[in-house]
T-cell receptor, first 121, second 111 residues
Framework: GAGVSQSPRYKVTKRGQDVALRCDPI?????LYWYRQALGQGPEFLTY????????KSGLPNDRFSAERPEGSISTLTIQRTEQRDSAMYRC???????????????????FGPGTRLTVL | AQSVTQLGSHVSVSEGALVLLRCNYS??????LFWYVQYPNQGLQLLLK??????LVKGINGFEAEFKKSETSFHLTKPSAHMSDAAEYFC?????????FGTGTRLLVSP
């Protein structure tokens, strides 16, 4: 079946512009995660949703960053007034409900999309 | 708080040699541990995961990892390296659903 998809794959923008990054999770996956990966580093957690509810946004760097998942499927990560330091690979992942517990859990595999490479000039 | 430390940003092996990638974790709750692999220009792919069922975990492509609580380690091994194993490997810990990743180890395989 189809994996996690992200669009656009590449985004070049000028400092001060707003950008919206889209994530389409695997069908039926209830949890959706956003990570940011700088060059030469591991992915860094930003925020995640179970269904449409944002569970944890502690990783969002500041209030220029926001995310939503209004219908519990597609999610959008928005960065307002972009700065050069926002340049990175933005990765989305999704995971299913646990078959054992019937709930999302920390032990479920997260399936990652190909990422959006954001460059702020 | 949770964290992982991956020792060695680069590991070089010859084809056919043992692969050992090191990962140590810190967690305030019983950890779930993962190894992901990232090939160039691709997303991360799960190699294996530890969820407390068994301390020796077997994954895809001949990789395995052993959870050692006393050493807070979860090292990744493969008996015989293939050229196709050249990639970046990330260890991650999860206790509250989000993943905390290490900085990664790039595996280089020479013929």
């Amino acid at each position: 079946g189809a994996g996690v998809s992200q669009s656009p794959r590449y985004k070049v923008t000028k400092r001060g512009q707003d950008v919206a990054l889209r994530c389409d999770p695997i069908s039926g996956h209830v949890s959706l995660y956003w990570y940011r990966q700088a060059l030469g580093q591991g992915p860094e957690f930003l925020t995640y949703f179970n269904y449409e509810a944002q569970q944890d946004k502690s990783g969002l760097p500041n209030d220029r960053f926001s995310a939503e998942r209004p219908e519990g499927s597609i999610s959008t990560l928005t960065i307002q007034r972009t700065e050069q330091r926002d340049s990175a690979m933005y990765r989305c992942a999704s995971s299913p409900i646990s078959q054992n517990s019937g709930r999302p859990g920390p032990y479920n595999e997260q399936f990652f999309g190909p990422g959006t490479r954001l460059t702020v000039l | 708080a949770q964290s992982v430390t991956q020792l060695g940003s680069h590991v070089s092996v010859s084809e056919g040699a043992l692969v050992l990638l090191r990962c140590n974790y810190s967690s305030s709750v019983p950890p779930y541990l993962f190894w992901y692999v990232q090939y160039p220009n691709q997303g991360l792919q799960l190699l294996l995961k530890y969820t407390s069922a068994a301390t020796l975990v077997k994954g895809i492509n001949g990789f395995e990892a052993e959870f050692k609580k006393s050493e807070t380690s979860f090292h990744l091994t493969k008996p015989s390296a293939h050229m196709s194993d050249a990639a970046e490997y990330f260890c991650a810990v999860s206790g509250f659903q989000k993943l905390v990743f290490g900085t990664g180890t790039r595996l280089l395989v020479s013929p």
